[in-house]
């Protein structure tokens, strides 16, 4: 794909990552209505958002690793047909039933798309250029999760909610032809694909569980309560048979082979707290806009401008910065520092606060995430094998989501009960019953313009303090953040794509995977024939030697006059290009070529295919693993076949 199809294709890429997340954010202003004109429950609100948050979770490590199995583009379109449709029939919902079931839907299509653009990303884009790239992919994140609430709260106010899941159709569907026309990705290797469903059942299983656990527990449920031990042992239990049938499985859905990888490990767990801090962010400050602050739900989503525009200039301007000098630790360190620095001065906020400051708060919170939360994949898909890419790049996201998941609602159950005492203390001191708030008391959700003057005080008090006292909960989470990205191993970014990566590991498709493939068993078969004392450059001559039968060991001459082996080729590459006569023994005058003539000469000539292939696979047979040009060049072992297959080029 030339530079021009890459941008093509991402922008594909991009709308379909930005319709995935704002299915899951749109909602949030404008489930009251929602909820209402569908004469739904307090059960029914809770189960509109969190069944797409479960699918999406659930589902992306299975897109992920499915990617490694079989075609990536393909499984992309099915994810975006599958969240068009599911999108379409949720906005035409006439109960909440119905709609909560389509909800569903759309967070599979998310979860595909949440996992499988990155993963193609990493096909079409090298680590070193993928900088940028992830960049523009982070500030499409962020503005999808943080400016959903306020085009909920826009379409609901103005045509009604059910554009909420109408906006995204035109979206996906522009997506789906971009792809379809720009996006070229060659054709994996046919082989038997092994999908491990009990793995993925055990996941699936042990993971929604555990979510309804944590989203429900408090509301539908006590804590210390039967149903609560059962979900809570349950989830553990099929967590832990899951780790078992992982470890055994030929093509497990999460490699836990992976956590041998320091930088893989640590992503993880920064991955853990950057997510609560970007879905907690994105639903408390919703509350305290509206709560605290007495904004409807337009304005909310306005006032929350300062964060996402921190989250899409830091993540532009990080991801230009580390494609232009390929360092991207110190940016990330820095990013983590803003994000602990940030949650902490939210938690001084109050319900008077001057907004000006509160802005400068939200800007720095939004800085942080952008630098690091990215740029934590692509670190992850520059650290690990080509093979399992997808699978680690899609199990970075699954435990951002699941952290920040589990984060939003043990946050919000913390807020709960934090308001409800701040408002019966509030009220108690006032002289005033908290009973008079209505049936609900202190522990419902008041409507702030029925509410007199001196009571709406108290509890827009209790609503600024108790959201305060929430970040004050994340704050710590960000400090593990700043631990880890400093832990994180300084790792060079690559400059080949996965595509590259995976030709040259024999894992590639085409022509050249396959002749590389064939080079590689012909070098192994002469290389085992040599003696068995034999040392391992001897063996490498070996291996090389009986597949360069049109190299010849016919002497020449440098400039020194010194006598040097020198290849010669029996094709007349034109008529201004001598052949070479074998028996030939004349004197070559020329300079010996330089280590960058050679390089260039074995990225740039044509008609040497042959020659690579014969030297790569005699390096290889050495080294264990396939060899760089660079590192043919520095090789006191091969360098000499490479000057003369630079040589022979020439001629």
């Known amino acids: 794909m030339s530079h021009r199809e890459v941008l093509t294709a991402l922008s594909g890429l991009l709308m379909g990552m930005l319709v995935a997340i704002l299915s899951s954010t749109v909602v949030s202003t404008s489930l009251p209505r929602i909820v209402s004109d569908l004469n739904g429950s307090q059960t029914s609100y809770t189960w509109v958002i969190t069944a797409t948050l479960l699918a999406t979770t659930v589902s992306t490590p299975l897109w992920g690793k ?40 759309q967070g599979l299509g998310a979860g595909g798309l949440t996992a499988l653009v990155q993963v193609v990303m990493s096909d079409i884009i090298s680590p070193r250029e993928r900088g940028r790239y992830m960049g523009y992919l982070g500030a499409v994140m962020s503005v999808g999760t943080i400016g959903g609430p ?38 994996k290797p046919k082989k038997a694909v092994v999908v491990d469903y009990w793995g993925a059942g055990l996941i699936a299983g042990g993971v929604s569980l555990l979510l309804v656990w944590v989203s429900l527990g408090g509301k539908q449920f006590d804590w210390n309560s039967t149903t609560s031990w059962l979900m809570g042992v349950g989830a553990a239990v099929l967590l832990a048979l899951a780790v078992v049938v992982e470890f055994r499985s030929k093509e497990p859905i999460i490699p836990l082979t992976l956590f041998k990888n320091r930088t893989f490990t640590f992503a993880v767990v920064a991955s853990l707290s950057v997510g609560v801090a970007m879905f907690g962010t994105s639903v ?114 699954f435990f951002r989501s699941l952290g920040g998941t589990i984060g939003v609602s043990v946050m919000g159950a913390v807020l709960g009960t934090k308001v409800s005492g701040y408002i019966t203390d509030g009220l108690t001191d006032a002289g005033v019953d908290p009973s008079a708030l209505g049936s609900g008391g202190s522990t419902s959700i008041p409507d702030l313009s029925t509410v007199p003057g001196p009571i709406r005080t108290i509890i827009e008090s209790a609503y600024g303090q108790g959201v305060a006292d929430v970040f004050l909960i994340a704050a710590p989470l960000a400090v593990i953040t700043i631990v880890f990205v400093c832990l994180l191993p ?27 493939s064939g080079a590689a068993g012909a070098g192994a078969d002469v290389a085992a ?62 300079p010996a070529p330089t280590a960058a003539a050679r390089r260039h000469h074995s990225h740039a000539t044509t008609g040497t295919g042959t020659i690579d292939t014969i030297i790569a696979t005699g390096a290889a047979e050495v080294a264990g693993h396939p060899v760089s040009d660079d590192e043919l060049a520095e090789s006191p072992v091969f360098s000499s076949l490479v000057e003369e297959k630079d040589v022979a080029a020439d001629r």
Do not use: C
């Open 284 to 397: 408390f400050l919703g509350q305290y806009m509206q709560l605290a602050r007495g904004q409807s739900p337009t304005m909310a989503g306005i006032l929350t401008l300062p964060m996402v525009l921190g989250l899409l200039i830091s993540s532009m301007v990080a991801g230009a910065l580390i494609s232009k000098y390929g360092k991207w630790k110190p940016y990330m360190i820095v990013g983590s520092v803003l994000l602990a620095a940030g949650l902490f001065l939210m938690s001084t906020i109050e319900y008077d606060t001057n907004f000006a400051i509160v802005s400068v708060f939200m800007a720095m919170m939004g800085l942080g995430i952008g630098m690091v939360m990215q740029n934590l994949v692509l670190v992850v898909q520059n650290s690990v094998d080509v093979s399992v890419v997808g699978a680690a790049s899609s199990s970075v996201a």
């Open 150 to 187: 306020l085009l909920g709260g826009v379409l609901t106010d103005s045509i009604g909610w059910r554009w909420n899941f109408f906006v995204g159709v035109p979206v996906g569907v522009a997506a789906l032809i971009v792809i379809q026309r720009t996006l070229h990705l060659p054709p």
């Open 529 to 590: 024939a040599a003696p068995d004392g034999a040392s391992a450059v001897e063996k490498g001559v070996a291996a090389t030697a009986g597949l360069a039968p049109s190299v010849s060991s016919a002497p020449a001459t440098a400039t020194d006059g010194a006598s040097t082996p020198a290849p010669t080729s029996p094709v007349d590459q034109g008529d201004d290009e001598p052949v070479i006569d074998p028996a030939d023994t004349t004197t070559d005058t020329r």
């Open 66 to 105: 499915f990617s490694d199995l079989t075609n990536r583009k393909v499984l992309l379109q099915v994810a975006l047909v599958l969240f068009v449709l599911a999108s379409v029939a949720a906005g035409f919902s006439q109960n909440t039933a119905t709609l909560i079931t389509f909800r569903v839907f």
């Open 490 to 516: 300084n790792v060079e970014l690559g400059t080949k794509t996965g595509i590259q990566r995976a030709a040259a590991s024999g894992d590639g498709a085409g022509a050249g995977a396959t002749a590389g």
